[in-house]
């Protein structure tokens, strides 16, 4: 016997209930506790400001310039994904261990940019990470989230091998177990000693921020809860760059590493950005982004501006964050329209020449990298700003649709004005690592650096004559490379078959 029933009309379906906030006080007390040390952090960074030193318990705990804005900037985002995860997470059976481990990222994060003993070091880069993966891996009941944790925990491991034994070996040379006491004897390291460490310090930090060819750690992590992924990407993957600028004395003391970390940056700059033109899935195109952003972090280590990097990686992880927390407004399902885009014409395309030379003008004036006309590194960022703000206005205004004369009066001048905030984020940020050693290295243009320009020029020709869209050979490539590792993707054409 059958039960024959008919089928429900709209107007039967009950609407889902609002979720209720957590009854727990774990949420609360964590939110408050994280937006208090914000307040705290914010006091000290004034202070730095002010005074221009720092505190510290020798050889253990030294709070530096560097430390002061980190401690602003992780704080910051953590209260944010803190606040917007009480709804969010609103009936979440395991929302209190959520909260214990994002707070206790938060902590450790700061641990780890305030920590001088290289033990203490350590071990704040490896709890880091083994809390990142935790998070990935929240929702334990999906095995897709069980093995994205399992194969970020296997890179994050990696690293903190790799960083710990780095670490050994300046240890072992200097004869000091802080890391200021082993900038005072590096002249006891060897050469050869010299680019044992920095390889592992520069392997480690590539590892971290997800550079090619170690980027499928984070392409897989899209199983971690939004706010996870938001504070991932605005304040996990950056800690490369705090990595290479805390170790500058180190790293930049040898070309071919600082040669290494040009073309390793470059490339998956340019790699992240292709990768993006071929998703579908709003959290991977997101993803692929992230990776584009910290290629350009790891380049402007490699060309010796650290404090660049530094400023650069706050910016980024506002704009990460804030895109994290709103992906789920702009998913959407519609069909590509033909004629979406502007023809920019004569017109358009002296306009956008012309604000991508005044954007790098105005950056070489604000930052000084325009002071003299001898070719350096700051030559070789100053062309990438061009580059990159070329690109900007043209897409800008190939999908405004305002009227022409509005288009190429704004444009401009929001796109100038985008390039000094960044210019004065970068000198506010280089005065408050002033005191940190080597924020600034002047670097000799070897080979890399021009093998970098032809990549990113051509790379931009590439894209403004279409040619990418003619390939079928590099659309599959890209996306292959784009690919998660299989065992951690949530849903796929299968199982929508068998519903």
């Known amino acids: 016997m059958t039960d024959e029933r008919a089928p429900a009309s709209d107007d039967d379906v009950a609407p889902l209930p609002e979720p209720t906030p957590p009854i727990s006080l774990v949420p609360r007390a964590s939110t408050w506790a994280v937006w208090a040390l914000f307040l705290c952090s914010v006091g000290i960074l004034v202070v730095a400001a002010r005074s221009g030193a720092g505190w510290e318990i020798p050889g253990y705990l030294r709070v530096d310039g560097l430390t002061a804005v980190m401690w602003v900037?992780?704080?910051?985002?953590?209260?944010?994904?803190?606040?917007?995860?009480?709804?969010?997470?609103?009936?979440?059976?395991h929302v209190d261990r959520f909260y214990a481990r994002i707070f206790a990222f938060t902590l450790v994060v700061m641990t780890l940019t305030a920590a001088d003993h290289v033990a203490l070091f350590a071990a704040a880069w490896l709890a880091m990470g083994l809390a990142m993966a935790s998070l990935i891996g929240h929702v334990r009941e999906w095995a897709?989230?069980?093995?994205?944790?399992?194969?970020?925990?296997?890179?994050?491991?990696?690293?903190?091998?790799?960083?710990?034994?780095?670490?050994?070996?300046?240890?072992?040379?200097?004869?000091?177990?802080?890391?200021?006491?082993?900038?005072?004897?590096?002249?006891?390291?060897?050469?050869?000693?010299?680019?044992?460490?920095?390889?592992?310090?520069?392997?480690?930090?590539?590892?971290?921020?997800?550079?090619?060819?170690?980027?499928?750690?984070?392409?897989?992590?899209?199983?971690?809860?939004?706010?996870?992924?938001?504070?991932?990407?605005?304040?996990?993957?950056?800690?490369?760059?705090?990595?290479?600028?805390?170790?500058?004395?180190?790293?930049?003391?040898?070309?071919?590493?600082?040669?290494?970390?040009?073309?390793v940056g470059a490339g998956s700059a340019v790699l992240g950005q292709a990768m993006i033109l071929v998703q579908s899935n709003v959290k991977?195109?997101?993803?692929?982004?992230?990776?584009?952003?910290?290629?350009?972090?790891?380049?402007?280590?490699?060309?010796?501006?650290?404090?660049?990097?530094?400023?650069?990686?706050?910016?980024?992880?506002?704009?990460?964050?804030?895109?994290?927390?709103?992906?789920?407004?702009?998913?959407?399902?519609?069909?590509?329209?033909?004629?979406?885009?502007?023809?920019?014409?004569?017109?358009?395309?002296?306009?956008?020449?012309?604000?991508?030379?005044?954007?790098?003008?105005?950056?070489?004036?604000?930052?000084?990298?325009?002071?003299?006309?001898?070719?350096?590194?700051?030559?070789?960022?100053?062309?990438?700003?061009?580059?990159t703000t070329l690109t900007a206005a043209r897409d800008i205004l190939r999908r405004s649709t305002l009227p022409t004369a509005v288009r190429f009066v704004s444009v401009p001048l929001v796109v100038l004005t985008a390039i000094g905030g960044y210019a004065v984020a970068f000198n506010a940020v280089s005065t408050m690592l002033s005191g940190v050693p080597m924020t600034h290295v002047?670097?000799?243009?070897?080979?890399?650096?021009?093998?970098?320009?032809?990549?990113?020029?051509?790379?931009?020709?590439?894209?403004?004559?279409?040619?990418?869209?003619?390939?079928?050979r590099l659309y599959v490539s890209l996306l292959n490379l784009s690919q998660p590792d299989p065992t951690t993707v949530l849903t796929d054409k299968e199982e929508y078959d068998d519903v």
């Open 73 to 93: 900037v992780v704080t910051f985002f953590s209260g944010i994904v803190h606040s917007y995860s009480r709804r969010y997470l609103a009936g979440d059976r």
């Open 144 to 263: 897709q989230a069980r093995a994205a944790a399992a194969l970020a925990r296997r890179y994050f491991l990696a690293s903190s091998a790799v960083l710990t034994a780095a670490l050994a070996v300046l240890v072992w040379s200097t004869g000091a177990t802080s890391i200021t006491g082993i900038f005072e004897n590096l002249e006891r390291v060897s050469r050869t000693a010299g680019l044992v460490a920095a390889g592992g310090i520069v392997l480690a930090a590539i590892v971290q921020s997800a550079l090619f060819p170690f980027h499928g750690w984070l392409l897989s992590s899209m199983t971690a809860p939004t706010p996870a992924s938001a504070l991932m990407h605005a304040g996990f993957v950056n800690a490369g760059g705090v990595l290479l600028t805390r170790f500058a004395p180190v790293v930049a003391d040898e070309l071919v590493v600082m040669s290494a970390l040009v073309l």
């Open 284 to 387: 991977r195109e997101l993803g692929c982004s992230t990776m584009a952003q910290m290629g350009f972090m790891i380049l402007q280590c490699g060309l010796g501006f650290f404090a660049a990097a530094i400023a650069h990686l706050v910016l980024h992880g506002f704009y990460k964050a804030y895109l994290f927390l709103s992906s789920g407004a702009v998913v959407e399902r519609t069909a590509p329209k033909d004629g979406d885009h502007t023809h920019l014409g004569f017109s358009g395309m002296a306009v956008s020449l012309a604000t991508a030379v005044g954007g790098g003008a105005l950056f070489g004036v604000l930052t000084g990298k325009a002071t003299s006309l001898a070719l350096n590194g700051g030559t070789v960022l100053t062309l990438v700003v061009v580059l």
């Open 442 to 472: 002047s670097t000799d243009l070897t080979g890399a650096h021009s093998l970098v320009v032809a990549l990113f020029v051509g790379a931009y020709l590439v894209v403004e004559l279409g040619w990418h869209r003619s390939s079928e």
